[in-house]
């Protein structure tokens, strides 16, 4: 992705183009595959690959702006960790608990044949399916 895709990524969904937010974009969305990722993951990530030090807050702040604009897709695992993941479109994981990691799943691998009717006054926003991994 280049540096002007990213600057005009952040403009278009009303996020100012910081040095912080640009860098950070840049490392997030400059890559081929998916990326998932906790906030204390991607710090230490960042520390390793970027020369300029940001604060947890900073990233905190940054990845909580590209969600709320759509950039990011929140993942809850067990209630437990919350994961960021690039890929925004509707998908499946796979959670490895010995390597905490999750990994994609094509929607169209899994098959789901009946759901059960939502509870009155609410409708089913999406399905998704975590499959749990262990050695």
């Known amino acids: 992705m280049k540096h002007k ?21 840049k490392f997030l969305f400059d890559r081929e595959k998916t990326f998932h990722f906790t ?11 970027i020369t300029t030090k940001f604060a947890l807050a ?10 709320k604009a759509g ?6 695992v067990r209630g437990k960790r919350s994961y960021f993941d690039t890929n925004i479109t509707n998908h499946h994981h796979f959670y490895d608990s010995d390597t905490s990691e999750l990994i994609d799943i094509d929607v169209k691998d899994v098959i789901i044949q009946k759901l059960p009717k939502a509870p009155n006054g609410k409708k089913i926003k999406n399905v998704e399916v975590f499959i749990n991994l262990k050695n």
Do not use: C, M, W
């Open 5 to 25: 895709d990213i600057l005009n990524k952040l403009r278009t969904s009303g996020l100012r183009p910081t040095k912080q937010r640009v860098e950070i974009a």
């Open 39 to 49: 906030v204390e993951s991607l710090n230490k990530l960042l520390l390793k690959k």
């Open 58 to 67: 900073t990233i905190y702040n940054t990845i909580h702006a590209f969600k």
């Open 71 to 76: 950039h990011l897709n929140k993942v809850e």
